[in-house]
């Protein structure tokens, strides 16, 4: 049974960093994509940023561009999401996925992950 765990969310303050991870059990993701989502209060699901764990490709929300960063650990079927210069607009929970026969066109889409976690707050307030 496939399982995702994030970790790593809390509160910042406006300018501050976080760390997210989002671990995957159940079998190899090495050649698959995870992806970064995120849900604020009233609004749909949106995606911030993806990474192709196999040839590390990698794909962002325009708003995340150059503060966030994606990464992966293939050993250890692992997902960061580095948050840097946070904004309040960044407040949401945040939701990884892992999807299994995604094109690089696709890696934006929510349609195309196939797994999700379970989600990890993420608060920004000074």
């Known amino acids: 049974q496939v399982q995702l765990v994030e970790s790593g969310g809390g509160l910042a303050q406006p300018g501050g960093s976080l760390r997210l991870s989002c671990a995957a059990s159940?079998?190899?993701?090495?050649?698959?994509?995870m992806g970064w989502f995120r849900q604020a209060p009233g609004k749909e699901r949106e995606f911030v940023a993806s990474i192709r764990l196999g040839g590390g490709n990698t794909a962002y929300e325009d708003s995340v561009k150059g503060r966030f960063t994606v990464s992966g650990d293939n050993g250890k079927n692992t997902a960061y999401l580095q948050m840097n210069s946070l904004k309040p607009e960044d407040t949401a929970a945040y939701y990884c996925a892992v999807g299994l026969r995604i094109i690089l066109s696709s890696m934006r889409r929510i349609d195309a992950y196939d797994y999700w976690g379970q989600g990890t707050q993420v608060t920004v307030t000074s």
């Open positions: 159940g079998r190899s993701f090495s050649r698959y994509t």
